[in-house]
């Protein structure tokens, strides 16, 4: 251990970061703080303190080591030095003398993750133009753009650059990468906060590396660094590309993954935060130290959960690939918004092979446990509005020894339970604007109307739109509500919210009727809108030249049918004993 300034831990050093690292992840606040960081250091004329790097030593290349902390700082100061060199005229021969910063020769200083060496390079010669393929493709191409507006506000660069030769850092380094590890787990970060995934990666080597004989060192980082990679990928084409509500949000992080895995893999917790999954595996392990035969039994367990947690990511990433292609994955994930507690249900039934596995029986032809994921959603999650997370998570995590009927029973009792036939026909004949699931459910009944499904770029087309739920009689009506059938404006208002008087509408068309009668609607809206639904609404206020109350009671009855058959699922009376019982259908999966 020892305190190094910046210019001398480059200096005759080659660095690459493992595999098993995830991804690039400073984002332009850090960027903002090393600026700070750095500025502070000039106006103190003192070093500065950034923080750590553990390395472990290369066994066939002393100039070459690996970097298993720090490798966010090192990255970021490798990008930054890069811009300001190219600031700095070409004819100031303290360039050259900095160079050794980016290369040494002809071999670059710093080589990060494969996927991302293509890239990175073409950042450090000053070109920005590609394309990003991932999520840490995209952050470093956004943290150079930070330092180049950074850059443009320095009043000496040269200066700057000076300091961050200056700038101090802790350095460890081991001989091995698991004995790194070890190290690392002592060691306060500085920068981009560690996860609870990079820190369980760190509890099983430690394990591994302390009571094993570090036999398991090298399994644990292959693993991890597949799950880091699947988890960019979650992330990137989840989020970025393809627009899932959930994992687009800013605070989804493999931390959210590991708790859905969690929930799969214990019964103990339906609601398990990453800091809960880190300290109960980290009690596993240490109750495990105290058997007599305790390094067979920790192998075993180590090997099981790091096995099942990449499986788990291993299907999501699967199932989250279908939805940029196939439309009903599009429509479950990006339309409906299936519920965040539904995940560790579809990717245990996609692990198992079973999700576009058709139901058994007769009366489920055609039914796949794909839709009864969507229905249970549609009904329970979203119609409902309530989030039986115990019901769910109980099951799940005893998924594995069940047979293809047991679980379709299961889901089909569960479904009833919370929504049956009864209160499913009394929802929608209610209040039913709150209802998460309206836009999924006119999109379906849109595509019954046209008599075929859209087709994924349509679908994309209908989320570039910003649908939204029009009301046909304005919610604040410049009308007389006795002209049009109601006893008095309390007898509208018990109506206004029902499915009869709702329809589809893009957010532009919406703002433009807004509390206009139905019939002005029909030219300033209805008539250009790319609904069916919509449209056959227009002809059918044109045929009638108006809408009224009867109208939202006969449409409310017809979307109501379609909705209970489009959204079965109960048990019907008669179903043969096959179906039910689990005693004739002996189908392990």
Known sequence: MATTKITDLFNDRYFEIPRYQRGYAWEKQHIRELFEDIKEAIDSNSSHYIGTVVLSKCSTDPKKFYVVDGQQRLTTITLLIAQLLQK?????????????????????????????????????????????????????????????????????????LDAIGNLEIMEFIENSEGDAIRIFQTVNDRGKSLSNMEKMKSLLIYFSNKYLDKKYDDSINAVFSDIFELYDSIKYNGGDRIGINLIKRQNFTEDNILSYHYVTYFSDNYEPSAEYVLKTIKQRLTDLRKGSNFKDAMADFINQYIGSLKSFFTNLNSIITKVG??????????????????????????EKDILEKELVGPNYAGKKFFD??????????????????????????????????????????????????????????????????????????????????????????????????EHILAQTPDFNPESLGFDDMEDFVSYEHRLGNLSLLEKSLNSTVQKKVPLLKVELGYDKSFFEMTKKLASDIISKQSFAKQDVIDRTEELKKYCVKRWWADVPEGLPDDVISDETVTEEL
């Not at 439309?327 to 990717?347: C, D, H, M």
């Open 88 to 160: 700095i005229q070409d004819g100031d021969t303290r360039i050259y003398q900095k160079m050794h910063y980016i290369k040494k020769g002809s071999q670059y200083s710093l080589k990060p993750l494969e996927r991302d060496v293509q890239l990175f390079q073409q950042l450090l010669n000053g070109d920005l133009s590609a394309t990003p393929q991932n999520k840490s493709q995209r952050f470093m191409i956004e943290a150079v753009e930070e330092m180049k507006f950074q850059i443009d506000n320095l009043q000496n660069p040269e200066q700057f």
């Open 325 to 350: 292609i196939e439309t009903k994955y599009y429509k479950l994930f990006v339309i409906l918004n299936l519920s965040a507690t539904l995940y560790p249900l579809i990717v245990k039934l996609q």
């Open 372 to 469: 009864l994921v969507e229905l249970i959603d549609v009904r329970v999650y979203k119609t409902r509005g309530t989030d039986p997370k115990a019901d769910i998570v109980k099951y799940v995590s005893s998924i594995n020894g069940k047979t293809i009927i047991e679980i379709q029973n299961w889901l089909l009792w569960f479904n009833t339970k919370w929504m049956s036939k009864e209160q499913f026909n009394a929802s929608l004949s209610v209040n039913i604007y709150p209802n998460a699931a309206l836009n999924h459910i006119f999109v379906d009944y849109c595509e019954s109307i046209r008599g075929n499904m859209y087709s994924l770029p349509e679908l994309q087309k209908i989320v570039t739109t910003l649908p939204t739920i």
